[in-house]
């Protein structure tokens, strides 16, 4: 089931892009732009051909799991929703941690570099997302019982969801939606570089982890797209590696074995002197900022 949902969901969302795409032109509201369409285009492609391999890695990470298992859930409709409410528990953690951790940033902030929004962007993806082992969040699931292609598929459907997120054309929701769901309006704010805007709406499907455990903010002013630090070279190569280079360059011209090390597990912008700042103390920042000048 999996791997035709898998193709279907292609399908879709290249639908979806053609059609967010054609209104785009007909109305002129400029959400794309040429070159960076064009990468997010080939990048998705090469997504598609790299699946073939990372989907068989994943697969057999899960079934090696689960032949460790602790329990063995039955296959019912319990079980699905029992997997679909864990696996989008997961993914928060997993996607904070992308957020959080500069291993999984230099991964993830591919998804990120891009400076417009639009359904493109969903095709944006690193090469290296399961290669540099995002899929050992999940790993507990199919140890804990779970059958692995069950964890796999709602992980697809569930990352499906994702796509219509991508957009502009869609405003705010039914509070009560926007309330339980992760909506474009949510996921425009997670694809922010506002400073406000930052390591915001983690969630997949769900937005409700987020307003659990302290990271939801509503879309307030309209967000500016992209990365903190903007990607000088507009090449394919530098969009996809550039981080990785850097994080490589900052270990082992690493003074200390602790600053290597503090350099693959801090988050972004973390340095053994202070010259750049993480996300905490960019907020902290302008809170403090902020009060200064509220007190004037």
Known sequence: MNFNFYYISAIILVVLFIAEFVIDQKEKKHLYKQKETLH??????????????????????????????????????????????????????????????????????????????????????????????????????????????????VGTISLFYQSWLHTELIGKLHPFFEAVFNSPSHHRVHHACNIKYLDKNHGQVLIVWDRLFGTFQKEEEKPTYGLTKKIQSGDLIAIMLGDWKSLFSKVFSAASFKDSINYLIQPPGWSHNGSSKTVKELQKEMLQQGLKSGNM
């Open 40 to 153: 997010n285009l080939l990048i998705g492609a090469g997504l598609f051909l790299i699946s073939f391999i990372s989907r068989a890695m994943v697969l057999s990470a899960y079934y090696l799991a689960y032949s460790a298992r602790l329990f063995t859930a039955e296959n019912t409709w319990f079980t699905w929703v029992l997997a679909f409410v864990l696996s989008d528990f997961t993914y928060y953690w997993h996607h904070r941690a992308s957020h959080k951790i500069n291993w999984f940033w230099a991964a993830h902030s591919v998804h990120h570099s891009s400076e417009h929004y639009n359904v493109s962007v969903s095709f944006r993806q690193s090469w290296m997302n399961q290669f540099s082992g995002h899929f050992v969040f999940y790993l507990w699931l199919p140890f804990a019982g779970l059958d692995p292609l069950t964890v796999y598929t």
